[in-house]
């Protein structure tokens, strides 16, 4: 399932307390997702990494209480005490069969040891696929009995969507919508340790936006891509030398184009990226009138990555006449 469609689905059964659980390959933006959910909805999440814990994180720790003569469990502070939110179960298919016996035991009871989980929290729990090189443990079937259970498949489309409301750089949207197989290269069969996934790719952004010398470049973003994805990447940044104007076509509506399909690609997402960030209905119409005279598909690749990321345009006038030259393409 892509990501728009189990951002919707996660909601509606977090409202309902349903305990859900997303797998998939690693970084492709499992916990992303969840947390976006989170803030959305204006609640808390707590982000707990089960691997890396021991039973007694969760159960607590066991002391003698003097009144009643008994052993309790001192609750751990990490754990929400009210309010709202989701209680985020990360790597629980990693975690060492006692991990899971304690979590199962919050999963199922929604208490562990002298806890209770409020009534506001819901559970979430994410995990890497048996078959993805990852250190797992299989999950027992009442543990898994537990959960309603998703797969989470990489979607190009859904992502670039995400990377512009991110605001990336104007290269890695236009290399992926030029080369979108390179956004997620994970081999499960092969040794190599750096490869290209939705996550590594938000590194390549930041190491852009690093002061890096040119010379470092290569080795760095081929320790986060791989080194084939990382030199067909930067050979593509060169097209971005070639571009027409972008400030220019929002200003006035026109300038020169290109018959070259990188070039085009770049010049798309640049476009779409540079309206998102001084967007009126002047350079809307200027916009418009510029893709009048493109190559079809990408004036409409340009329009309808407008419209995902929330550009209205049927006030437009430019726009009728829009769709009266591209409408064969929309049906």
């Known amino acids: 399932m892509k990501a728009t469609d189990l951002i919707d689905t996660i909601t509606s059964l977090v409202e309902q307390k349903v305990p859900t659980f997303l797998w998939g390959a690693p970084g492709i933006g499992k916990s992303s997702i969840v947390r976006q959910i989170a803030d959305d909805k204006g609640v808390g999440f707590i982000d707990l990494r089960l691997a890396l814990m021991d039973p007694t994180d969760l159960k607590g720790i066991p002391f003698y209480d003097k009144e009643s003569h008994t052993a309790l469990w001192a609750p751990p502070a990490f754990l929400p005490k009210e309010g709202e939110g989701i209680l985020f179960l990360d790597e629980l298919n990693a975690a060492p069969p006692s991990v899971q016996a304690s979590a199962y035991q919050l999963i199922l009871d929604r208490k562990v040891g002298e806890y209770e989980l409020p009534d506001g929290w819901a559970i979430v729990a994410a995990g890497n696929r048996e ?77 852009l936006l690093s002061s890096l010398t040119k010379e470092l470049l290569l080795d760095t973003v081929s320790g986060a891509i791989g080194k084939d994805v990382a030199v067909s990447f930067l050979s593509f940044c060169k097209v971005m030398n070639r571009l027409p104007d972008i400030e220019n076509i929002l200003a006035c509506g026109s300038g020169e184009y290109s018959d070259e399909v990188d070039v085009l690609y770049a010049l798309s997402t640049g476009l779409v990226s540079a309206y998102l960030k001084e967007n009126s209905d002047e350079n809307l119409d200027n916009l418009l009138s ?40 929309l049906g």
């Open 290 to 329: 510029y893709t009048l005279g493109l190559k079809s598909e990408f004036a409409v690749m340009i329009v309808q990555d407008l419209q995902r990321n929330g550009v209205s345009m049927e006030h437009s006038e430019v726009f009728k006449e829009w769709v009266k030259k591209f409408s064969f393409l």
């Open 131 to 207: 078959g993805d090189r990852g250190v797992t443990y299989r999950m027992p079937s009442p543990l898994a009995n537990r959960f309603v259970h998703f797969e989470m498949e990489v979607n190009v489309e859904d992502w670039r969507l995400w990377a512009y409301s991110r605001g990336l750089d104007e290269r890695v949207i236009s290399y992926i919508s030029y080369r979108s197989e390179h956004l997620f290269t994970f081999d499960a069969k092969s040794d190599v340790k750096s490869f290209a996934t939705p996550r590594s790719w938000e590194y390549v952004n930041s190491i």
